[in-house]
């Protein structure tokens, strides 16, 4: 039982190249987030995904898209990355949300993600 | 006014010692609230939810304060293991707030 898997744990781009970043759970939750963490601030969400076939916009959206491609697979796209996302990103998944916010959080180990 | 507000620190804290520490938050209708725990260049992980009239978990004891706004974190006997950056986490609405996190650091 491997439980939140995102790839790749880093990766290098340069201004205006676009990439995938892979996430997948092995445990039959239905939601999934993506969030971004920076230096002297708290983890941002950028999209996530209620259940199996939507999915929302979070706090910082602009310059991303999602695929929830199925109940176990997440991904974040950057069409044309800037240096302003140079980040950490970390997917997470719960087994039912957090609409009444009593959900726990499983998170990947993060892709630390620089744009030169 | 940030959502969630915690002091970074770092908490300096003596092995053995106790260590405490709050965080506020501005929304009223704030519905739930946890402690994650997060290790250098790891993953938060849930280290407990925090209920109303308080909870403990071995050497953590939680504490909602309503009328204030703000949850605390209490590490009774700290251990070499406890050094790790704490994040105060707010839901309401289907979404989660994190702060920044405190950083405690035990020393031998």
């Known amino acids: 039982n491997a439980g939140v898997t995102q790839t790749p744990k880093f990766q290098v781009l340069k201004t205006g190249q676009s990439m995938t970043l892979q996430c997948a759970q092995d445990?039959?939750?239905?939601?999934m987030y993506w969030y971004r963490q920076d230096p002297g601030m708290g983890l941002r969400l950028i999209y996530y995904?209620?259940?199996?076939?939507?999915?929302d916009k979070g706090e910082v959206p602009n310059g991303y898209n999602v695929s929830r491609l199925n109940k176990r697979e997440f991904s974040l796209r950057l069409e044309s990355a800037a240096p302003s996302q140079t980040s950490v990103y970390f997917c997470a998944s719960s087994e039912n949300g957090i609409r009444d916010g009593r959900e726990k959080l499983f998170f990947g180990s993060g892709t630390q993600l620089s744009v030169l | 006014r940030k959502e969630v507000e915690q002091d970074p620190g770092p908490f300096n804290v003596p092995e053995g010692a106790t260590v405490a520490f709050n965080c506020t938050y501005s929304?009223?209708?704030?519905?739930?609230f946890f402690w994650y725990r997060q290790d250098c260049r790891k993953e938060p992980k849930l280290l407990m939810s925090v209920y109303s009239s308080g909870n403990e978990d071995g050497r953590f004891t939680a504490q909602l304060n309503r009328a204030s706004q703000y949850i605390s974190l209490l590490i009774r006997d700290s251990k070499l293991s406890d050094s790790a950056t704490y994040l105060c986490v707010v839901g309401r609405n289907n979404r989660l707030a994190f702060g920044k996190g405190n950083q405690v650091v035990v020393i031998p």
């Open positions: 445990m039959n939750h239905n939601s």
């Open positions: 929304n009223s209708a704030s519905q739930s």
């Open positions: 995904s209620a259940s199996e076939g939507t999915t």
